[in-house]
């Protein structure tokens, strides 16, 4: 049975754990599906990840829609959650329904906005009106990298963590079902979880969320760019994508590849 806002809401309820990871094409979003990972994200960090972009700026709505369906097809159980690209749901609530609109009808099951003010809450509210389930994003929030002046850990201070909180009360009653928390202090997380009724998924927001999400390259270590403290590697993809190439390349060139039993 597909996970849906109930049995999200059901986990914060019963003070169950669920996982987020994200995911970019249909295999990976099949073989994660079936790991048994809750919610599948198809964040904008494939900008980085899979387009290789120095940031998340640089990808739009077309390409979200192309993403969102190759992970659709692959998740036969978990929530699909596509991530808005930057400038898509900012300039107008008209524009903010329609594209987010288009990823439902590309499969998601869900959209993920970022940040805070009374035009996000404003779209919030229009979103789930019109039947589409909001995750908020609070905290850092990599599309204001460069009003944030870098990446940097939010929520630092009592006042901080108390802002957020405020912020993030105003997004649940605007009807957001899920909240990211992103780079903030442990401390600052628990006391923002423990004081929401919707459940709050961390990334880099300590042991203390309702949820953990990472991304899927970090995790497979596939990407090499960077690794934020946060993330934890469980493989080396990266080492067995290049020997599995120099191995073909060797037997290309040697002419063990293919094989008698490989050719018609
Ligand atoms: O873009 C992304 O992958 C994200 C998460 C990791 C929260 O926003």
């Known amino acids: 049975m597909r996970v849906t806002v109930n049995t999200i809401q059901k986990f914060k309820d019963n003070n169950e754990k669920f996982s987020v990871l994200t995911a970019y094409d249909y295999s990976t979003a099949k073989y994660i ?9 198809i964040g904008d960090s494939l900008a980085m990840t899979a387009l290789g972009y120095e940031t998340t700026h640089s990808i739009g709505t077309a390409e979200m829609t192309i993403f969102t369906k190759a992970v659709a097809k692959g998740a036969n159980r978990a929530m699909v959650v596509t991530d808005m690209p930057f400038m898509s749901y900012h300039a107008d609530i008209a524009s903010a329904v329609r594209n987010c609109g288009e990823m439902i009808k590309c499969g998601a099951n869900a959209v993920k906005i970022e ?3 009374e035009h996000i809450l404003d779209v919030v509210k229009r979103l789930v009106e019109s039947g589409i389930p909001v995750v908020a994003h609070l905290g850092f929030t990599p599309q204001f990298l460069n009003t944030l002046g870098g990446y940097k850990i939010q929520g630092k201070t009592k006042e901080a963590a108390e802002e957020i909180l405020r ?6 009653k605007a009807g957001a079902f899920a909240l990211v928390l992103e780079m903030v202090p442990e ?3 628990k006391y923002i979880t423990e004081n929401l009724k919707i459940p709050t ?7 203390y969320c309702d949820s953990q999400v990472l991304v899927c390259d970090d995790v497979f270590g596939k990407f090499d760019g960077f690794k934020p403290k946060f993330a934890r590697k469980y493989g080396d993809m990266k080492s067995f994508i290049i020997d599995c190439a120099k191995k073909f390349d060797a037997d290309v060139k040697n002419g063990t590849f ?4 490989e050719v018609f």
């Not at 599906?33 to 994200?41: F, H, S």
């Open 167 to 172: 912020q993030a009360k105003d997004l649940q």
């Open 33 to 41: 599906d079936e790991a048994g990972i809750d919610v599948i994200l």
């Open 258 to 261: 293919p094989s008698e039993d």
């Open 187 to 189: 401390e600052s997380a």
């Open 201 to 207: 998924i961390s990334c880099g927001a300590g042991r």
């Open 115 to 117: 940040g805070y003010s």
